[in-house]
């Protein structure tokens, strides 16, 4: 039997009426997408759902349903074996997580080392600018990596102000899922029994249907100067893809955000959104992305000026200046 859903939902982040914004498709175990969405559904073990997209009227954020529990998409062993087969199901020719195409000479790594580098930096001039204005002086200093993964991001963050500070700057990484690559990583919130000056949500709300709840978790554990770090991905283009008629099956990616959204969850809960912006040269493990970023402080206000939510039109011309950004970069590669 198929789920059936209504026309609307109400929005995870400020509950507000949604509309859909692309048509429905319905996906069984004898549904043939691609690989991303066979593999999905293989693992959150679903039987018969209807996939589309919906769009919240007042903050713009996009959802995909069905609602299901996304963290069995990243079991351990499961996951990894799951994708690799619906991959190389689709790509005969090609092995998982390997392209030969991979380009490893120097100029080309540390091209990818400086541009990953460039977004700390950017990252770590917003914090300064927040602080500038106040006379805090950190006795400890501690990260905590939410979603972490394999912590790579906090070991950056901790090894660099590490340096300046000349002490220990502990990290504590927390994913939700236990993943293949977060093996080793801690995993138990038992072990946590301190508040944090910085809390990191890096590329990990777009995974989840509920961000709201998943950043209100994060948030027990911020002292009273924290700053709040959230960077999700670019992905306006699914909702306007959506309305130019392309259907959507399942995926790894079930939340798109856009700054009016991103700022609204962090006011949602508790959080002074001091500054958010849309990263075009954005990187990921030194892969150019388009992300967006959004900084505040928990519990605290503060004088920036730019942490008003952007209105309809600006959203609108920023998100078609994406689409043509990413149209024109597909064109260049064919």
Request: glycine content about 4%; charged content about 25%.
């Given at each position: 039997?198929?789920?059936?859903?209504?026309t609307y939902?109400?929005?995870?982040?400020c509950?507000?009426?949604?509309v859909p914004?692309s048509?429905?498709?319905?996906v069984?175990k004898?549904?043939?997408i691609?690989?991303?969405?066979?593999s999905?559904?293989?693992l959150?073990?679903l039987?018969?759902?209807?996939?589309e997209?919906?769009?919240?009227?007042?903050c713009?954020?996009?959802?995909?349903?069905?609602i299901?529990d996304?963290?069995?998409l990243?079991q351990?062993n499961l996951?990894?074996?799951?994708?690799?087969?619906?991959y190389e199901s689709?790509?005969?020719?090609?092995?998982?997580?390997?392209?030969?195409?991979?380009?490893?000479?120097?100029d080309?790594?540390?091209k990818?080392?400086a541009?990953?580098l460039?977004r700390?930096?950017?990252?770590?001039?917003?914090?300064?600018?927040?602080?500038?204005?106040?006379?805090?002086?950190?006795d400890s200093?501690?990260?905590?990596?939410?979603?972490?993964?394999?912590?790579?991001i906090?070991?950056?963050?901790?090894?660099v102000?590490?340096?300046?500070?000349n002490?220990?700057?502990?990290?504590f990484?927390?994913?939700?899922?236990?993943?293949?690559?977060?093996?080793?990583?801690?995993q138990?919130?038992?072990?946590?029994n301190k508040?944090?000056?910085?809390?990191?949500i890096?590329?990990v709300?777009?995974?989840l249907?509920d961000?709201?709840n998943?950043?209100?978790?994060?948030?027990?554990?911020a002292?009273?100067n924290?700053?709040?770090?959230?960077?999700?991905?670019?992905?306006?283009?699914?909702?306007l893809?959506?309305?130019l008629?392309?259907?959507?099956g399942?995926?790894y990616h079930v939340s798109?955000?856009?700054?009016?959204?991103l700022?609204?969850?962090m006011s949602s809960?508790g959080?002074k959104?001091?500054f958010?912006?849309y990263?075009?040269?954005s990187s990921?493990?030194g892969n150019g992305?388009?992300?967006?970023?959004?900084?505040?402080?928990?519990?605290?206000?503060?004088?920036?000026?730019?942490n008003?939510?952007?209105?309809f039109?600006?959203?609108?011309?920023t998100t078609?200046?994406?689409?043509?950004?990413l149209?024109?970069?597909?064109?260049?590669?064919?």
């Open positions: 039997m198929i789920n059936k859903f209504p939902y109400k929005c995870p982040i509950k507000t009426k949604t914004t048509r429905p498709i319905t069984n004898d549904t043939k691609n690989w991303i969405s066979d999905c559904y293989d959150a073990g039987k018969e759902v209807t996939c997209l919906q769009t919240c009227q007042s713009l954020h996009t959802f995909l349903l069905p299901y996304t963290s069995k990243y351990t996951g990894y074996e799951t994708r690799k087969k619906a689709y790509n005969p020719k090609d092995v998982y997580g390997y392209s030969p195409k991979q380009d490893t000479t120097a080309k790594i540390f990818k080392s541009r990953e460039k700390f930096e950017n990252n770590l001039k917003i914090f300064a600018q927040i602080f500038k204005s106040e006379k805090i002086n950190y200093f501690s990260i905590l990596d939410w979603g972490g993964g394999d912590g790579y906090s070991k950056i963050y901790s090894s102000i590490k340096s300046v500070l002490k220990e700057v502990d990290y990484v927390y994913d939700i899922s236990e993943w293949k690559n977060s093996q080793g990583i801690k138990d919130l038992n072990e946590i508040k944090f000056q910085l809390i990191i890096s590329h709300l777009e995974h249907h961000p709201l998943e950043l209100k978790a994060a948030l027990k554990y002292d009273k924290c700053v709040v770090i959230i960077e999700v991905p670019d992905q306006r283009y699914v909702s893809l959506g309305l008629g392309k259907k959507y399942l995926n798109f955000f856009c700054r009016k959204s700022t609204r969850l809960t959080i959104p001091i958010s912006k990263d075009f040269n990921y493990r992305i388009e992300s967006i970023i959004a900084v505040g402080r928990f519990n605290k206000q503060n004088q920036l000026t730019n008003s939510e952007p209105n039109f600006y959203e609108f011309f078609v200046f994406l689409f043509i950004r149209a024109l970069r597909k064109f260049a590669k064919i």
